[in-house]
């Protein structure tokens, strides 16, 4: 089993930058791709950026290229979602995602449905 515990939402103004982590623990060793997604009320949970283990396969969402880039530090297990230019547009709840499994496509890590692995969310919050 692989735990995911996130951290770093908040409230921020538009233009303001945040950095999230998420920390892994447990069976951590073999975890493939990492991702975030997000959540706003009353719609559906989209895709924000994934990277694999060696950080030579990221996606990012349209939404968010050039403003958001996601890191992984694979000594310390975590993964990390810097947003920078942020807008009001971006508040959500900001879930971090972890699967063992290698996607035969690394363009399917754009989807929930290949990660087994959640953590609980962190709220993120821009006012305008």
């Known amino acids: 089993q692989v735990q995911l515990v996130e951290s770093g939402g908040g409230l921020v103004q538009a233009g303001g930058s945040l950095r999230l982590s998420c920390a892994a623990s447990?069976?951590?060793?073999?975890?493939?791709?990492m991702g975030w997604f997000r959540q706003a009320p009353g719609q559906e949970r989209e895709f924000v950026a994934s990277t694999d283990w060696s950080g030579s396969n990221v996606y990012y969402a349209d939404s968010v290229k050039g403003r958001f880039t996601i890191s992984r530090n694979n000594v310390e297990d975590t993964v990390y979602l810097e947003m920078n230019r942020l807008k009001p547009e971006d508040t959500a709840v900001y879930y971090c995602a972890a699967d063992r499994r290698r996607p035969p496509d690394f363009t399917l890590a754009t989807l929930g449905s290949s990660y087994g692995y959640w953590g609980q969310g962190t709220q993120v919050t821009v006012s305008s």
């Open positions: 447990g069976r951590t060793f073999s975890i493939y791709s």
